[in-house]
């Protein structure tokens, strides 16, 4: 079964369309990452989910309840963490965890248990008599995180979670997430920070411009890119070793790659420099040629997300640019 | 979802306990307030010009404040609370943590009307307490005053919550209570009998509705009925208008009024 179910899902906001059909399916138990710039939808996207915001058009089900006719069971499934902060002022947070099970149906002297555990899980248990106000950021965030998980959610969903944090609380707030992963809660995470999508995720789906543009594993996505290696040779060359010349107004093609010289290096550009490093070392080789140095660089998923959305960008506003 | 205290379900429950926690944990801020302005009323109104006031229908002129007052404090602060906690829940956006919860948008209402009201009632008992350190305070009638006071202050509770939905910034429940309710109530005969107005400002005031509030709790304390509406026909118009405006916080609760995009 999906743990999310999107059909040609639709948002306007007035002349807005923030979302322009959104069709999008995450797999129960599966770790998804929503990516895409500033004011691409993710936000609206998951506020329809929880019900913070009413759809315009299309389908949206949540382990196959409608987030509409079966509000209450789509909502019972979800742990929201979200992007800004919005905890009740009047009480200390350990009681606002305890308020927030109750909602789901959790009797009060269990959800004072699955209260403290979740203090404790995010580190802030000697807070617990304290009002969110006044945490510090850090706590805060560990705080937000908490209280998605206060209810036992079977969907956890992270907008932002690790917005503004240091790098230490970073991969502390992994930890608990990847353990509750592993465990069995399906995760939808947005984030900005590119590496956090590519550590953690199964699959990542690129959303701009309230559209989706791409859904797939991270390491697929990075195997699009191009890999450059510089091979650094015994004296410096004008032009590239003959043996290599088959390639080289080739072009890089799928199995390929294409070979020049930079201030005296070689320079090849390839979509699997593993693959194609073995076969210019050899071919270098054969040709008498002695490798000094060679330097390896993959391309990183942030270069191809800010391809894949500059491209999309690109098609959308051409219409406009043309009229 | 299915777990259920005390025979309601535990979410309704939660979300209850936790509007009335919220007041009931600020006192200097909930009760204090009432109990000032009540010994002020008493002790001005009451106790000081009520000797040359004389009586009125019947009984002295500070046992026939005590019930306005009681109808003002109850009215107001059922108002006040379900208006406030809505709208400083959507304010501060904390309120999302119960609107994208799985409790029905039924519980929600009635959580935030009900525990409204209960703070309405106690505002009524104490303001009650207060009457009674000045004058020696009977009742009459104690279904009418239970009924009344319940109604009024579900329905109040219920228009507090329409108030808290509609409000776009503070300012907005500052209007309503001192521009709607405050002389809504003041000229629904809380300090003066209906029948000392000339006859065209009594019938113009039979069109304001606190009259009959004030009216039906002045019954059920003194007996005594200053219209001619019967304390009967008052009830039934005022539970029906509160199980009208209950029902239309469930419609905007459901519509997402002032809660979601």
């Known amino acids: 079964m999906s743990a999310i179910e999107t059909e040609d899902l639709r948002k306007r906001y007035g002349d807005l369309q923030a979302l322009k059909g959104v069709s999008l399916e995450v797999d129960e138990g599966e770790f998804f990452g929503l990516l895409g710039p500033n004011g691409a939808g993710k936000t609206t996207f998951i506020n329809i989910l929880v019900g913070l915001v009413k759809k315009s058009g299309g389908e949206a089900r949540v382990f196959g309840y409608d987030v509409e006719d079966d509000y209450r069971e789509a909502r019972d499934a979800i742990g929201l963490a979200p992007q800004e902060f919005n905890v009740d002022r009047f009480f200390p947070i350990r009681e606002v965890l305890v308020h927030k099970a109750g909602y789901h149906g959790v009797p009060k002297d269990v959800a004072e248990e699955r209260a403290d555990e979740a203090l404790r899980t995010v580190g802030i248990y000697d807070k617990r008599d304290t009002r969110f106000h006044w945490l510090s950021g850090g706590m805060k965030r560990r705080f937000m995180l908490a209280r998605a998980m206060v209810t036992d959610p079977d969907l956890l969903i992270l907008d932002e979670p690790t917005a503004g944090v240091d790098v230490q609380l970073r991969h502390d707030l992994w930890e608990i997430i990847t353990r509750m992963n592993e465990e069995g809660t399906t995760v939808l995470l947005t984030t900005h920070y590119i590496e956090e999508a590519e550590r953690l995720c199964d699959r990542v789906g690129i959303l701009d411009e309230g559209e989706v543009v791409e859904v797939s594993s991270p390491d697929e996505l990075m195997s699009r890119g191009t890999d450059t290696v510089r091979v650094t040779l015994a004296g410096e060359i004008d032009a590239v070793p003959s043996a290599l010349n088959g390639k080289v107004n080739g072009g890089a093609d799928a199995d390929g790659y294409e070979a020049r010289v930079e201030d005296g290096e070689l320079v090849v550009e390839t979509r699997n420099a593993g693959a194609t490093l073995a076969e210019v070392m050899r071919a270098l080789d054969d040709a008498g040629h002695d490798v000094v140095d060679v330097e390896m660089s993959r391309t990183s998923l942030e270069e191809i997300f800010v391809e894949v959305t500059r491209d999309h960008g690109d098609v959308t506003r051409a219409p406009e640019g043309d009229a | ?261």
């Open chain 2, 1 to 261: 979802m299915s777990t259920r205290s005390y025979g309601l379900p535990t979410g309704f429950v939660t979300l209850m306990r936790r509007e009335v926690l919220r007041y009931i944990r600020r006192p200097r801020n909930t009760f204090m307030p009432p109990l000032i302005t009540n010994v002020l009323y008493f002790s001005v109104f009451g106790v000081i010009l009520g000797n040359r006031v004389g009586e009125i229908q019947g009984v002295s002129y500070i046992l026939f404040l005590l019930p306005g007052l009681v109808v003002l404090g109850a009215i107001s602060n059922s108002f006040e609370n379900s208006s406030f906690s809505i709208f400083h829940g959507r304010w501060n956006e904390y309120i999302q943590a119960t609107t994208t919860s799985p409790l029905s948008y039924t519980h929600m209402v009635l959580a935030y009307v009900l525990s409204s009201a209960l703070r309405g009632v106690l505002i009524g008992i104490l303001i009650t307490g207060v009457g009674a350190i000045f004058t020696s305070v009977t009742v009459r009638n104690p279904f009418y005053l239970v009924a009344f006071i319940l109604v009024i202050t579900v329905l109040f509770s219920a228009l507090g919550v329409v108030g808290g939905l509609w409000a776009r910034d503070f300012d907005y429940l500052t209007v309503m209570n001192q521009f709607l309710l405050r002389p809504l109530v003041f000229f629904g005969g809380i300090f003066y009998s209906l029948e000392v107005l000339p006859t065209l400002w009594f019938y113009v005031s039979l069109l304001n509705p606190m009259v009959y509030m004030v009216n039906g709790v002045r019954y059920g304390f003194l007996g005594a009925d200053a219209v001619d509406v019967g304390p009967n026909a008052a009830l039934v118009v005022l539970t029906t208008a509160a199980v009208a405006v209950v029902a239309l916080d469930i419609v905007l609760f459901r519509r997402g009024y002032g809660l979601t995009e």
